[in-house]
């Protein structure tokens, strides 16, 4: 084994040296940005390797692992039934734009853990998820307008690529150069765990609008839980209004439970996204729901989406390990068990920084804010001490744990990790919140 990084101070040489090649040939040095250490500093560490809750990086340093490849690694990293599926499936090929059984074995376990959903099309990524869900609701309902929340990500598809100050609440401005105004036109923007705002809406628009879109629970800000009649409040408004009530699980399906935050909260939505956990890893997303909506979409109906590589076999191998493994008995009581535990020795850190911290969680998966409690929105979030969060991540990273790089991403804790692996972040955690907050 490696040596941890609290027996060495943290080698970085190789890391750094393999960040400055990279950013000779890739914008930034990195294929998704916040990879790049924006939010907290520094360089990032290039990683190697990883196996069940540890990922080992160029210059030998051995961290647990708290980022789960921002959520897919439910079962840990290197899982050997996920290993071998996709070992068994690459052999038979990588792919052949063909129809096959795995897709339809996988798409049977996706439905038979989901009530009310009949019908799923595999895409490549949750972005594509989103964007194709968007298109059918759009389609189904005959209108252009939708509804998200601020903080909410949905991937970067131009039409999501909305979040807005306050002063521009009811109108889409992009928050990208690239994205045509006239693209984000049709985009209206409400305030998480707040009705009323989404009401307002609905309200200025008589005209229609075709769905709301959703985080069940906010986990593109930290970890935000949907307040208690939100989620059933934003179903009954889409059915009084005719639009399509979107859930977007990407980050929350198979994770939060066995059927996800539809399951977890009560509120199956009309449409699900799923991405991260259904690839096991491998580039996977998936839409879904009734199939009186859902054959609407080509070659069944009129509503176009294609892939070259949708439902690669790699990526259906490894999402079919994925959830039967997931799926076995207990998995998902560890899960909460693991999570409470960490609650639990986050709650006395929250204490003794009194006014300064606040632990949310949801399941498996988790926020430290670095603000008081409770944080029940994106503005709530943006208040954040961000520059003490980054002192607690660098001083966490120097301890062995890595985390996301940034205040405004969930944790996730997979089947991997132990209760030991727990007790360790805890006490990491407690001398890095020391140092960060200066007490
Ligand atoms: N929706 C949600 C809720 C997400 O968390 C993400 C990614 N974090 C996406 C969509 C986009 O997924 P992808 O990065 O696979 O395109």
Redesign the pocket.
């Given at each position: 084994m490696s040596a941890t990084p609290q027996q060495n101070a943290l080698r970085s040489e190789k890391s750094r040296r393999a960040m400055e090649e990279a950013r000779r040939w890739i914008p930034g040095g990195v294929n998704?940005p916040v990879r790049a250490f924006g939010g907290v500093g520094g360089e990032p560490p290039f990683i190697s390797r990883a196996a069940g809750a540890r990922v080992m990086d160029v210059d030998g340093n051995e961290y647990v692992d708290l980022v789960g490849s921002?959520?897919p690694m439910i079962l840990g990293h290197a899982h050997p039934a996920v290993v071998e599926a996709v070992q068994a499936a690459a052999a038979r090929g990588t792919s052949y734009g063909a129809p096959t059984e795995l897709e339809t074995e996988l798409a049977r376990t996706v439905v038979s853990r989901l009530p009310g959903v009949e019908r799923v099309r595999f895409v490549n990524?949750?972005?594509?998820?989103?964007m194709s869900a968007l298109r059918l609701a759009r389609a189904a309902t005959g209108r252009d307008k939708f509804v998200k929340f601020e903080g909410?990500?949905?991937?970067?598809g131009d039409a999501f690529l909305v979040q807005a100050g306050s002063g521009a609440l009811t109108l889409g401005v992009p928050t990208s150069p690239g994205v045509p105004g006239p693209v984000v036109a049709d985009t209206l923007l409400a305030s998480y765990n707040d009705l009323a705002s989404v009401e307002a809406l609905f309200a200025a628009h008589p005209e229609g609008i075709a769905a709301v879109i959703v985080?069940p629970v906010a986990?593109?800000v930290g970890c935000i839980p949907p307040e208690p009649g939100f989620l059933e409040g934003l179903q009954d408004l889409c059915r009084k209004h005719g639009a399509l009530l979107i859930l977007?699980?990407?980050?929350?399906g198979f994770r939060v439970a066995r059927g996800g935050a539809r399951e977890r909260f009560g509120v199956p939505g009309d449409l699900v996204?799923l991405?991260?956990i259904i690839g096991g890893g491998l580039?996977v997303?998936a839409y879904a729901g009734p199939a009186a909506i859902m054959d609407q979409v080509a070659p069944a109906g009129p509503v176009y989406q294609a892939g070259t590589l949708s439902g690669n076999p790699l990526a259906m191998a490894a999402g079919l390990a994925t959830l039967r493994t997931l799926g076995e008995a207990g998995n998902y009581d560890r899960l909460e068990a693991l999570g409470a535990r960490l609650e639990a020795g986050m709650q006395e850190a929250v204490g003794r920084h009194s006014g300064k911290l606040a632990f949310q969680r949801v399941g498996s998966m988790f926020c430290l804010y670095f603000r008081s409690g409770p944080v029940r929105n994106y503005q709530d979030a943006l208040q954040s001490d961000t520059k003490a969060f980054a002192r607690y991540f660098h001083g966490m990273l120097r301890r062995g744990i890595y985390l996301a790089p940034s205040q405004f991403e969930a944790g996730f804790l997979s089947l991997a990790h132990t209760e030991d692996d727990v007790d360790r972040i805890l006490e990491a955690g407690a001398d890095a919140l020391a140092e960060a907050l200066g007490s």
């Open positions: 998704s921002w959520g990524s949750g972005t594509e998820a989103t909410c990500y949905h991937g970067h985080e986990g593109n977007d699980e990407v980050m929350t996204t991405g991260k580039p997303g």
